[in-house]
């Protein structure tokens, strides 16, 4: 019996020999983690948690990173790169590499339309090539990590950073926030042109109450699901390698104190492996927001919220090792970050060559970076008007043309915030652009009427004027200066600044033909001017080449298909205004304006209806508007299930048919409509869009693939579910869907 239970042990033994679970190989990322982990002090932990400013090499920031208190570095010149990097991987004990971080935001050296006008293209394709431009170009000087892509859905343009975002429509934003991704890490994050890129701000930063930088945002739980997260969802599953928390607090709680959205959302059901950075002195502003008494407390909430680094706040650095000592920071909490950030620095290639190729040839501006700034100019312009075919312009059919307005030649403003590393002098200007494009042709009447778009002195305008009298046709360039965009530059008024609306208006008294290009960093409530001119081009801030776009786009070298991301409002008062709105008890279906009330009308003699007395309901321009030189007609929607059940995909296709005299591409876009559910649904919502090049006179069929997920919404116990009942499909030019055809279709 003893020799069978030996033989037993013996066999077992061996079994666990063959069997022991693989070890994790030595050369995994993981395992390398863990190595060096095993030999770390917990000063030094706490070292790769500190991200500082990376201009100046100053006595302290060198003996900080000897001495590995330092994980990483923000806006760190180019010449400095290689200095800092060795210090740290010669001089700092364990030799970790540094990782060099920066904003780059629409181009690094090439600038590309702010991302709000990159979103008017409607095209990932090309939104992905230039953010891959925006990472080669930004890594040859030695940046492996961007703040980018800002994915925060806001319906609020009083907000300076919609410039920096995608629009108002969770669906466009995630298709161009992936496709940001991807251009910007590529398959490979050791390649060392690929960056990796950061979602943010994590999250609801674009419902800041007021459109008022800063400030709280308190949405319902369903906003956030159906609204905010989804872009962040998107980017999460495509594999994005950061994420940044908001400056704002989420219903009374600091998003860097969020453990709802960090913990439970973030890692806990999204899974999501990565690296949280958190926003600059981010963490800090948790005390100053009320939510805890001390510095020192905020480096406990953040770290225990899953905070892995600390920009700028310094409270890792200066707390972090006591609060370990006294209990009142996990072991684990730690553990985790500094995994994150060695397994970014890993997935980096850093500690195989944290350092810059000095001898690389240049990347910067290069002419085929240039050729794609300028693709993605030309189409994120939105052509709001073109009173009888105006534009485009016939160079030969012209003696003299007039260009006036202040952005007319403004390299620094062109290129809108957010650029750095931007060089204006490398920006190529409408009115550059349209002197080369109409040398040996018509007269140019250059005046710019104004110095800059917030200029009130009006004396330049009688100019202006005369030489918009001795013209065939003005060409007017008016908006916004860059500064008056991005973090910190709300506006409550959505006017053009200064003195420009008189110099339209006086402009336009002369009845010459007025062609309107708008270069500004948010929609503007600009209903006046635009009916003062007779065309209308609103080109956001194009970037480098937004003049060369400008000029071929007025010409007729290029055709317009831009489509707005976001809802231009009539008035400030409309705002929040956008296309998703619900249907509501008292929809609008007539309604008197303030005009024409009757003097002495009786309180209930107007009906009952949702809408404005002034503005009536509608914006100025509708959500994926925009024209084209061409026409386009949506006819024959078909639909492979008029009945579906939850496992079926339909597809459905239209027929677009160009009935004008232009080859061009049209933005045909899905919206699907659920008018009964358990939780009221918006009117209508975009599932899908397509960018079909289709000749003069002919016709061509887009197909859409809808699948369960696309008529599912998130109901009243937080389940992502789509209800049996009745959904209407949509294809249509814009969100003004009666200008597309619809179907029903049922799911059993
Ligand atoms: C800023 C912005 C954030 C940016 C960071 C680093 O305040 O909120 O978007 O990435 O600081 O510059």
Redesign the pocket.
Known sequence: MKKLVGYIVLVLWCVSCVQQPATTPTNSIDAKVTALMEQMTWEEKIGQLHQVEGGQLTPQLYSEIAEGSVGSL??CPKHLVNDVQRIAMQQSRLGIPLLI???V?HGFKTIFPIPLGQAATFNPTLVEKGAEIAATEASSEGIRLT??P?IDITRDPRWG?IA?SLGEDPYLTSVLGVAMVKGFQGNDLTQSNKVAA?A??FAAYGFSEGGRDYNIADVSEHQLREVILPPFKAVADAGVASF?P??NEINGVPASANAYLFKQILRGEWGWKGTVIS????IKQIKTQGFCETEAQTAALAIETGIDVD?MSYVYHQYLDSLLMDGSVSEKAINDAVRNVLTLKYKLGLFDNPYVDTLAQPVHYDVSHLAVAKQAAIEGAVLLKNEHNLLPLSASQLNSVAIIGPMADAPAEQIGT?CFDAEPSRSITPLMAITKELQDGPIIHYVPGLNYSRDVNTNQIERAVSAAKKSDVVLLFVGEEAILSG?AKCRARLDLPGAQAQLVAAVAATGKPVVMVVMAGRPLCIGNEIANANAVLYTFHGGTMAGPAISDLLFGKSIPSGKLPVTIPQAEGQIPIYYYQKETGRPPHHFTLIDDIPVGAKQTSLGFCTYWLDTGIEPLYPFGFGLSYTQFTYSDIQVSHQNFSATDTITVTCTITNTGKYNAYEVAQLYVHDPVASLTRPVKQLKGFQKVFIKAGEQEKVSFKLTNNDFAFWNAHNQFVAEPGTFTLYVAPSSDVAKGCSVSVVLE
């Open positions: 923000l806006n971080a920066r904003d935001i703040f980018a800002m950073r920096e950061c943010k701000h940044m908001s400056f926003d600059y002195f981010s920009m957010w973090e």
